[in-house]
């Protein structure tokens, strides 16, 4: 199977085989026009099996979010078909509506309209809790 | 713009700053009593309360402004269905500072993120209660004038106790403090305040059973109520909630300058023949809670 090398874009590499099509979702990858390419089960070395995401022609994608999903990934940055940067995401400092919090006491249980946002507290052992109630909040990664 | 909803939102200097300007009205009661002339204060209690709305209220009477507000989300349009948010857009329209206290916790965050006047959380559920710590705050400078070199006994229940999270937060900034922390095995300090403050920050406390063993070290003995509210299974509440009970008999060996305090409401934690005590802070903790309430909204509103 073929895909083209992309020139100017990014290659989101080495995601867990089967994982790729909820990070396209993550990402809200549906709402570009331009190309994407999701290749699963590509072979890898470390792995035996891994996904890869295309992305071409789009240089302001957030890719915060991929931090938090799962730390192994590896993005590469391209421009005029050279990678430029290449380097594991970091925790995001901040993620909106990603996970809910589940703490009954508070104040996002009762008002639906509130956005869920966690915060970073400890990087070291990536504890994030929300913003409102301050209770850890699970982790839902891969 | 200033809110108060926790009380890591101050620095030391600003907690310093407000209990200096607290013991300026204590002293000077008359050249604050127009400070807030015109000025409007929105009292927003979802739920019931009384020391703390009634502080509020008399500290902004004595500041020479007025109230407004709710004292229990019934009598509010919350019982319509309306959302803190809503509610605090229409409020701030209204008055120039706010003040609210939900059962639910960050209500007060949610709300200082859509007022357009300062906002002060008068307690959030189980969460904060920033302007209960001032109170202690005041009180431990003004009964033993200083806040460093103490040994704090904390007694009763602190694991649901968000006045004694707080309250050890908050001395934990200061030098030389040490804790006692009296409880029954159940009722302990939840970890993260041993791991993230005491440990953290190097602090010596011990953790006991045992109340009169550790009296005669200490400094003060800021007794809690176990509080119904905070369990969810009625049977623990009643096996626990008769655990430390202060009286004349426990006090014999403590220190003849013991600042006994509680946040209030009692019910039967400090006997009411402790009340006559010298060491008995606990009602003149409440009046300083007015003081200090009144130097917040003024350094809030700006006002010098």
Redesign the interface.
């Known amino acids: 199977m073929n895909i083209d090398s992309i020139e100017n874009g990014y290659v989101i590499d080495h995601i867990k085989a089967g994982k790729s099509f909820e990070i396209y979702n993550y990402l809200n990858l549906d709402k570009l026009d331009t190309s994407v390419a999701i290749i699963k089960n590509a072979r890898s070395n470390k792995a035996n099996k891994k996904d890869i995401i295309k992305i071409s022609d789009n240089m302001n994608i957030n890719l915060e979010i991929l931090g938090y999903l799962d730390k192994n990934i590896t993005i590469n940055k391209i421009e005029n078909g050279k990678i430029i940067e290449k380097y594991h995401p970091d925790l995001p400092e901040k993620l909106v509506n990603i996970i809910k919090c589940k703490?009954p006491?508070?104040?996002?249980?009762?008002?639906q309209?509130?956005p869920h946002i966690c915060e970073l507290t400890d990087k070291e052992n990536a504890v994030y809790r929300?913003?409102?109630?301050?209770?850890k909040v699970q982790r839902e990664g891969f | 713009m200033k809110h108060l909803i926790d009380i890591k939102d101050l620095s030391t200097d600003e907690i310093n700053h407000l209990i200096v300007v607290a013991q300026d009205i204590i002293k000077n009661k008359e050249r604050y009593s127009k400070k807030c002339e015109g000025k409007k204060i929105a009292t927003l209690f979802y739920e019931p309360s009384t020391r703390t709305r009634l502080s509020f209220e008399a500290a902004m009477y004595e500041l020479g402004g007025n109230v407004l507000g709710f004292s229990s989300s019934s009598s509010s349009s919350v019982s319509k269905g309306e959302s803190v948010s809503d509610t605090v857009k229409v409020i701030s329209g209204y008055a120039d500072i706010i003040v609210i206290r939900h059962p639910k916790e960050g209500a007060p965050l949610v709300a200082s993120m859509k007022s357009d006047v300062p906002v002060i959380n008068a307690g959030d559920g189980g969460h904060n209660h920033p302007t209960q710590t001032l109170t202690e705050l005041l009180t431990i400078q003004c009964e033993k004038h200083r806040l460093t070199d103490l040994t704090i006994g904390i007694c009763g229940d602190l694991k649901f106790g968000r006045t004694v999270h707080s309250l050890i937060a908050a001395m934990a900034r200061y030098k030389n403090i040490k804790f006692v922390l009296i409880s029954p095995k159940e009722l302990e300090i939840p970890d993260y305040i041993r791991k993230d403050i005491l440990e953290k920050n190097n602090i010596e406390y011990y953790e006991t059973n045992n109340l009169e063993k550790f009296m005669p070290n200490l400094d003060i003995l800021y007794m809690t109520r176990v509080q119904r509210e905070r369990f969810f299974n009625e049977e623990d509440y009643i096996r626990l909630k008769d655990s430390y009970i202060l009286d004349k008999t426990k006090l014999e060996n403590a220190k003849d300058d013991l600042c006994i305090m509680h946040p209030l409401p009692r019910v039967n934690e400090i006997s009411v023949e402790v009340d006559d005590d010298e060491r008995a802070c606990y009602f003149k903790q409440a009046k300083y809670g007015k003081y200090i309430r009144m130097a917040l909204i003024l350094d809030l509103l700006g006002i010098k």
Not at chain 1, 105 to 111: A, D, H
Not at chain 1, 130 to 135: A, I, V
């Open positions: 703490n006491r508070c104040i996002t249980s009762i008002e309209e509130l929300c913003k409102y109630c301050e209770e």
